[in-house]
């Protein structure tokens, strides 16, 4: 009987430490934002691969923000204000993010290590 307390305990402590392993796994977030004005950005600008959440702030009616690159292609609509949130997957290269209407003033770069 003693043998199967101690085993049962056992089995309770290493279920309690892998309770804090599974909670790391978690996504890391971006914030990226475009507008009011005629500004568009990215809240880093290197990342390690990895999934991500990013968090768009869209403040404007007359940009978008598209961010597209390996295996990724995400955008808000222009006419849209508000929040979006996005999981994605990025692997290492370079993703870019750009406003369409105004992609030649309008743009940015993310190197994923």
């Given at each position: ?31 990226a ?51 979006s ?29």
């Amino acid at each position: 009987m003693r043998t199967v307390i101690l085993l049962l305990v056992s089995i309770a402590a290493a279920a309690a430490l892998a309770v804090p392993v599974t909670a790391t796994t978690r996504a890391t977030t971006l914030t990226a934002t475009v507008g009011p004005g005629f500004n568009i950005s990215m809240s880093k600008k290197t990342v390690t691969a990895g999934t991500y959440v990013i968090v768009v702030h869209d403040k404007s009616s007359i940009h978008n923000f598209h961010f597209l690159g390996r295996g990724v292609g995400k955008t808000t609509s222009v006419v849209g204000i508000g929040t979006s949130h996005w999981t994605v997957k990025l692997k290492k290269g370079t993703y870019k993010f750009v406003c369409d209407p105004h992609a030649a003033i309008m743009h940015g770069l993310l190197k994923v290590t």
